[in-house]
């Protein structure tokens, strides 16, 4: 079955650097893109970013272009997201999701929290 395992959350101060990392499982990894998306209690979870399935794609919400990135190792099967520049607006949980044979499939989610 599919899985997806966030890791990597944790508190920082703004300005703050976290790298978060998605180990999949279940799925033939290289061949799908994968999304980070993150939400905020009350509110809808938002596409943070997306890489291709070689990771020569990606693409970045407005919200953190420039200041994340986006990667992956198709030989571990994990997915990161390199957050630099943190600010306190970025605090949320943050998943890695994948779509295979049309369903979408959400890991546990990481907490990161952005606070002085």
């Known amino acids: 079955q599919v899985q997806l395992v966030e890791s990597g959350g944790g508190l920082v101060q703004p300005g703050g650097s976290l790298r978060l990392s998605c180990a999949a499982s279940?799925?033939?990894?290289?061949?799908?893109?994968m999304m980070w998306y993150r939400q905020v209690p009350g509110r809808e979870r938002e596409l943070v970013a997306s890489?291709?399935?070689?990771?020569?794609?990606?693409n970045y919400a407005d919200s953190v272009k420039g200041r994340c990135t986006t990667s992956r190792d198709n030989t571990k099967n994990t997915v990161y997201l390199q957050m630099n520049s943190l600010k306190p607006e970025d605090t949320a949980v943050y998943y890695c999701s994948v779509l295979v044979s049309n369903q979408r499939y959400w890991g546990q989610g990481t907490q990161v929290t952005v606070s002085s």
């Open positions: 279940g799925f033939t990894f290289s061949i799908k893109a």
């Open positions: 890489i291709g399935s070689t990771g020569t794609y990606t």
